[in-house]
């Protein structure tokens, strides 16, 4: 059975920054492509970030230079680094395995 437990969000000021993590079980991080997704009140689920079994790593433009996904494959956690964060950051953040299976989310809220 996989589960993925995300971990790390909360309430920051703008330019602030976080580190989530996301903690797999029932499957291997490192052969799996790994991905962060984020979904807006009002919005659609959108792509922030992947990382696949080849270390390539995809991210949407609007979090570029800003955030980095990586993971640690003796942990089996895959993590996503955000910097300098935006309002517009604010969302329920969900880890996901080859976009079939899904966290539970856990919410960033960036606001002064």
């Known amino acids: 059975q996989v589960q993925l437990v995300e971990s790390g969000g909360g309430s920051v000021q703008p330019g602030g920054s976080l580190r989530l993590s996301c903690a797999a079980s029932?499957?291997?991080?490192?052969?799996?492509?790994m991905g962060w997704y984020r979904q807006a009140p009002g919005k659609e689920r959108e792509l922030v970030a992947t990382i696949s079994s080849g270390d390539t790593t995809t991210y949407a433009d609007s979090v570029k230079d800003r955030f980095t996904i990586s993971r640690d494959n003796a942990k089996n956690i895959v993590y996503l680094e955000m910097k300098s964060l935006k309002p517009e950051d604010t969302a329920v953040y969900y880890c996901s395995a080859q976009t079939y299976y899904w966290g539970q989310g856990t919410q960033v809220t960036v606001s002064s």
């Open positions: 029932g499957i291997i991080v490192r052969l799996a492509t």
